[in-house]
């Protein structure tokens, strides 16, 4: 009797213990199903998502991202990783969620990896394009750079002022000024009429988008803030196109506006309009252009 209470007994506690393990895996099923996992690095999950989806080209993430973020500038991101990767010399990324460096244009260079930007080679010396360093030109050769200068001249440009104009604007005359004069002479261009030609059509005022008035009579608008350039002169002793450095390039005016677009009414107090200065702003995009291409 005793043999078979024991077997009984022995039954029981083995029942005991298969029921209680059959209760264990239910319990832990349905913890498992109201258990949320970690998205891996690389990788997101929005609210509601079942799954984790790779960060698209040019993002990434942190373990348990809801979204990814751009790289950085000077990095960049291909389709596939979970880091963003550092631009290689002779490369750059100037700005974010980049999915590739760009190669440095033509008479640019940079040393360093993971840079925005290019540095401009200095006079005398050039580059190919996407080079981490720039070459001395051979003799007989030379690569210059181009030259910018901007500000407010406080004069008018005899680009303005001209015969049709004049019959627009009653203050003004067909003049040779000499200022804007002077600068062409010296080799300069106003790069805003290379993008916007017409005085009449394109006026480009600058002056004054705050002072209107000068006592009880109207202002003269002018466009007395402008950039200029000077264009490099390429070539050997006769200038001709053979004999420029393969690498050598020159800024070319693509895009250009004056701001703000929408002069503000006089009514509103200085310090409460968006663009509080007595000057308008002059914006002028340029593109770099190689001798081979111009």
Known sequence: ASDRSRCLSSTLRQSERKATVKKTDRQSAVAARHACTACAK?????????????????KISQGGAAECTDCAKGKYHPSTGSACIPCDRGKFADWTGFTECQHCPMGQFQSQIGYAA???????????????????C????????????????????????????????????????????AMKDAG????????????????????????????????????????????????????????????????????AAVYPLVWESDEIPVLERSFPSDHGAVLVEFDWVTSATR
């Not at 200068?149 to 040779?176: A, F, I, M």
Request: net charge neutral; hydrophobic share 30%.
């Open 118 to 136: 290019c540095e401009v080679c200095t006079p005398g010396w050039y580059s190919t394009s996407g080079q981490f360093e720039c070459l001395q």
């Open 138 to 181: 051979p003799e007989g050769k030379y690569s210059p750079i181009p030259v910018l200068v901007g500000g407010d001249w406080n004069t008018p440009s005899h680009l303005d002022w001209t015969l049709d104009t004049s019959r627009v604007y009653k203050r003004r005359r067909n003049l040779p000024l000499p200022v804007s004069l």
């Open 42 to 58: 690389g990788q997101y999950s929005p609210r509601s998502w079942v799954t984790c989806q790779a960060c698209p080209a040019g």
């Open 188 to 255: 300069f261009t106003d790069t805003y009429r290379i993008v916007e030609p017409n005085p009449v059509q394109s006026p480009g005022l600058t002056w004054s988008p705050m002072f209107r008035m000068s006592g009880e009579k109207d202002q003269g608008f002018e466009r007395i803030d402008r950039i200029y350039l000077k264009d490099p002169v390429f070539g050997g002793s006769d200038g001709s196109e053979q004999d420029q450095p393969a690498a050598a390039a020159t800024l070319q005016p693509r895009r």
